[in-house]
């Protein structure tokens, strides 16, 4: 795994954990539910650092970053990528957003259309008409072992639970996985604060309304056996964005590591930037 430099950013509200890696155009990736810039491999041990510098973050609530009192509002994230965005003095700058990330790439992109010059949204939702991800706040109730068996499989619907029974040895690393992940929430009283909020924030997400007016270069990537973002919201979100290109890969909502295609086809996507730029419109004010 490549080496990542940290820095700690104070904004005007909290004090953000963020992380970079690579040299060239910045880029900004917002992860999604949970992320922790600690566990590795992550996002930033992909191929994005060798084309960009890629600047992550821990999300309020989540990892390092402090944990405001709540509720928090998707509003609320999407001004923490901006505060971010000042801080770093960044030029207005291409954004991958997953999961969870979709979601808040999408309010930062309507708020602020001036710090973004294309967009990529991997498995996610724009909430009310065009469809709500999986409700994942419900999953909390369960003990760990059914909440990992009903993860795995909303996660990638071929998944269930006569697949699970037949590869129980594919089960072993995701299992240690996921407790590993589980027991850093666990040690820390704070995060599961954080992570609740995040959670209550997230059920709270419904920007369908508004896309007509986000007029951003945007490739949609959805996995084609995705349970928490169904494909069907990937194609309300495409229908709902004046510019929006739309691919499906072979995989659940971790295509990203089940395809091999996905990758090299975000990277091309993202490569002609001065083509794009010189059509970028912005958000469209009514």
């Known amino acids: 795994m490549r080496p990542l430099h940290e820095r700690r950013v104070k904004t005007p509200r ?20 949970g992320a922790d810039l600690r566990m590795r491999p992550g996002p930033l041990d992909g191929p994005l650092p060798d084309h960009y510098q890629v600047w992550s973050l821990d ?18 994230f999407a001004d923490d990528i901006a505060a971010l965005h000042d801080a770093l003095g960044l030029p207005p700058v291409p954004v991958v957003a997953i999961s969870f990330g979709g979601m808040v790439a999408q ?34 109730r369960l003990a760990p072992e059914a ?5 795995l499989a909303v996660s990638d619907v071929r ?13 072993a690393p995701l299992r240690a996985d ?10 820390d009283p704070q995060r599961l604060r954080g992570a609740a909020l995040q959670l209550e924030a997230r059920a709270q997400h419904d920007c369908y309304a508004q896309l007509h007016r986000l007029r951003l270069p945007t ?5 084609r056996f995705d349970g928490i973002a169904p494909l069907a919201n990937m194609e ?4 709902a964005l004046p510019q929006a290109t739309l691919q499906v890969f072979e995989g659940g909502h971790l295509f990203l590591r089940q395809d091999r295609a996905a990758w090299p086809a975000i990277l091309a996507w993202l490569a002609p930037a001065s083509a794009r730029e010189g059509d970028q419109e912005g958000v469209a004010h009514e």
């Open 14 to 33: 909290l004090t953000l954990q963020t992380a970079w890696a690579g040299e060239g155009e910045p880029l900004l990736l917002v992860s999604g539910t």
């Open 59 to 76: 999300q309020r609530g989540q990892g390092r970053s402090d944990v405001p009192r709540g509720p928090y509002t998707m509003a609320d």
């Open 107 to 140: 309010h930062f992109a309507l708020r602020y259309p001036e710090k973004v010059s294309r967009l990529v949204l991997c498995c996610t939702s724009s909430g009310g008409a065009g469809g709500a991800s999986y409700p994942l706040h419900q999953l909390q």
């Open 147 to 151: 909440r990992f068996s009903a993860q």
């Open 159 to 171: 998944h269930d639970a006569a697949w699970q029974a037949a590869h129980a040895d594919k089960l």
């Open 178 to 187: 996921a407790a590993r992940r589980l027991a850093r929430r666990v040690a």
């Open 219 to 223: 490739l949609l990537c959805a996995g």
């Open 236 to 239: 309300a979100l495409a229908a």
